[in-house]
């Protein structure tokens, strides 16, 4: 990779800044799959995930005798291989070789099948045969500020974002009903973001004062199971449509009790709309039909909400090192859509039961107890502060089996409560060696759910079914299977298990040297060693999912001009080669079909890597 910028000002009110950067990965996993069988055919690109992305950052800025202006612009543009499977099978016990190419193991290899265009059937778009994805991304804001006189400012912010991703999976033969297409586990996704934020703001003499309003407009578009049509058109199977619109306005002001207690009070009131339209098409004998159009298919079709979010802090300040605050807040996250949940029989069979797409709002209150020093002649500072939070209708990415047709799909479902608990540390000391920094932190995290059902995992049906004992359908006639088989047992109560990828203890401890060569050359050298301990990674609370506790390593070391004119830094990420992963999955829930059950997927953190990189600057070397 490597990025070009130049920047400077045009004349005395005006300046600009434009930047430019560009990538090239070949991606850091192998893939295995079929390797060794000679009748099976290889993919085209044995690596992933791979690609090429460019990016262009630009800034203008203004400044006036009583105000300043500031536009910026980021666009970003990816193309590159897209696979259904990243990662491994982490096989169960039961099943030793539930896929045949895979190690079994955790590791930097995955199995995904090869990547099949057949030309015979449809022409192709494509000038290989491997799977991809494009990502567009473009973002544009616009900050103004305005001092109207000496006590109060007005300020704006106006933003835009333009988002688009095309993925394209395997290409085979459609169906018997539908020949004459050339098929694609495929799906479009494109966003539009418009907002506009207004703030008013006041410094009087004991006391400060901000108010403002804020309004937002989206358009979130899917469309899911992309085929392309012999005409080369792209046509998805469904179609889903998310609008939203949401307004609010806030207040907050610092009031000045005595000459060290400090009472700051906020609240924000906001409503949002959010709506939901969908659409199939039906495809018989090659011919493609509309299908049903509207939002008859969701039982939830439009949401409105409304919240009052109040916070209040009181802050002492002894002295000028120390400082205590004590703090109360609400909040929330909005409630939506599952727009990749396109039920097909849900909106084309007649009488097939419409389906819920839709989840409430997040909503979160709680407390927190701090304190800010800094000490030893304003080279140590200490943070720390003690918190208790309680969520409710907690949002979950959980699997759901769909009534209609039997598919396990991936949903966001409210989980009842949860309690987060726990305290956080950190500091930062300028020590009496010469160039020497040490940076530290510690979290201590305490939480679990309340009052959430989820579905059995995977090793309740086919291991151990303990816990695995609710009906929530009420249905004997229905259960998880496997072991559950004739039981009707279908779900399982989480109350007291912790939260997915929270782990109880974590912190890092860091350390950065800087000092003089020569009177032109410097040198710099850095550790960063950060733990975790161990988390639940799989959202069904699987023992197979457990990430066991690690540590990881980064470092660097460079040289560099006194003037800053240029640089040369060796920079390494997770230097040990720590294999970490992020979320644990059941593959037989989440679309991996032909692969046996009891086997994990995963998404992983990347693996060691090692950067040599170089910095050059013109102007400061001339």
């Known amino acids: 990779y490597g990025h070009v910028i130049v920047s400077g000002p045009f004349n005395d009110t005006w300046g600009g800044r434009l930047g430019v950067r560009y990538q090239d990965a070949d991606g850091y996993f192998d893939n295995i799959w079929g390797d060794g069988d000679a009748t099976i055919a290889q993919p085209v690109d044995q690596t992933g995930p791979d690609y090429e992305e460019y990016v262009v950052l630009g800034t203008l800025r203004g400044e006036f005798d009583r105000g300043e202006v500031t536009l910026k612009l980021y666009h970003g543009d990816r193309d590159g291989g897209q696979y259904n499977q990243v990662g491994t099978a982490v096989c169960g016990p039961l099943q030793p070789v539930a896929n045949p190419f895979s190690d079994c193991t955790i590791s930097d290899q995955f199995s995904a099948e090869t990547f099949i265009n057949d030309t015979t059937l449809a022409p192709s778009r494509f000038d290989s045969s491997e799977p991809t994805m494009e990502h567009q991304l473009t973002q544009v804001s616009l900050n103004a500020s305005y001092e109207i006189n000496d006590t109060w400012q007005l300020e704006s912010v106006t933003g835009w974002i333009d988002m688009e991703t095309f993925i394209f999976g395997n290409v085979g033969a459609r169906p018997a009903t539908n020949i004459g297409f050339a098929s694609g586990l495929g799906q479009i996704v494109e966003v539009d973001v418009l907002s506009e934020e207004l703030r008013l703001s006041g410094d009087f003499d004991n006391f400060r004062l901000m108010v403002g309003a804020f309004i937002d407009e989206r358009d979130f578009y899917t469309g899911a199971n992309v085929w392309i049509h ?14 939203g619109d949401s307004w609010s306005i806030f207040a907050q002001t610092d009031i000045d009790l005595t000459d060290t207690l400090e009472l700051s009070l906020g609240a924000r009131y906001s409503e949002e709309e959010r709506g939901y339209e969908g659409r199939n098409l ?20 439009e949401i409105d909400t409304s919240n009052l979010s109040p916070e209040v802090t009181l802050s002492w300040q002894p002295n000028d090192d120390l400082t205590l ?8 996250k909005s409630g939506g859509y ?19 797409r839709s989840y409430d709002r997040e909503d979160v209150r709680g407390y927190e107890l701090g304190s800010k020093w800094t000490g030893l002649d304003n080279t140590l500072r200490i943070n720390a502060s003690l918190f208790a939070y309680k969520y409710e209708n907690l949002q979950q990415a959980s699997f759901f089996t769909n009534a209609a047709t039997g598919a396990v799909e991936t949903r966001t479902l409210n989980a009842g409560t949860a309690l987060v608990r726990g305290f956080e540390a950190d500091l930062l000391w300028q020590t009496p060696v010469e160039g020497l920094t040490v940076s530290a932190n510690i979290a201590y995290n305490d939480n679990e759910f309340e009052d959430y059902i989820s579905a059995c995992n995977e090793f309740q049906i086919f291991v151990d079914p303990t816990g695995c004992d609710l009906d929530v359908d009420n249905d004997l006639t ?15 109560d989480r109350d007291g298990h912790p939260l997915r990828r929270a782990p109880e203890w974590s912190g890092s401890l860091g350390f950065e040297y800087d000092t003089s060569l020569t009177d032109a050359l410097r040198f710099k050298a850095n550790l960063m060693a950060s733990y975790s301990d161990e988390y639940m990674a799989n959202g069904e609370n699987n023992p197979w999912g457990i990430q066991d506790s690690y540590v990881l390593f980064n470092a660097g070391l460079g040289v560099y001009a006194e003037s800053g004119a240029w640089a040369l830094d060796l920079i390494s990420r997770n230097l040990n080669d720590e294999d970490v992963a992020l979320t644990l999955f059941d593959i037989s829930r989440s679309g991996g079909g032909g692969i046996a059950p009891q086997s994990m997927g995963y998404a992983r953190n990347a693996p060691r890597q090692v950067m040599l990189q170089f910095t050059f600057r013109p102007d400061l070397f001339l």
């Open 230 to 243: 012999p005409t080369v058109k792209l046509i998805p199977d469904a179609e889903g449509e998310v609008s």
């Open 282 to 301: 039906e495809t018989f004998a090659g011919a493609i039909i509309p299908g049903p159009e509207g939002p008859h298919n969701v039982i939830t079709p």
């Open 325 to 332: 605050f004590v703090s109360y807040k609400e909040g929330f």
């Open 338 to 356: 599952d727009v990749t949940v396109l039920d097909l029989a849900a909106t084309t069979i007649p009488g097939a039961p419409a389906i819920e």
């Open 478 to 492: 229905t259960d998880a299977g496997g072991l559950l088989a004739g039981t009707g047992f279908d779900a399982q």
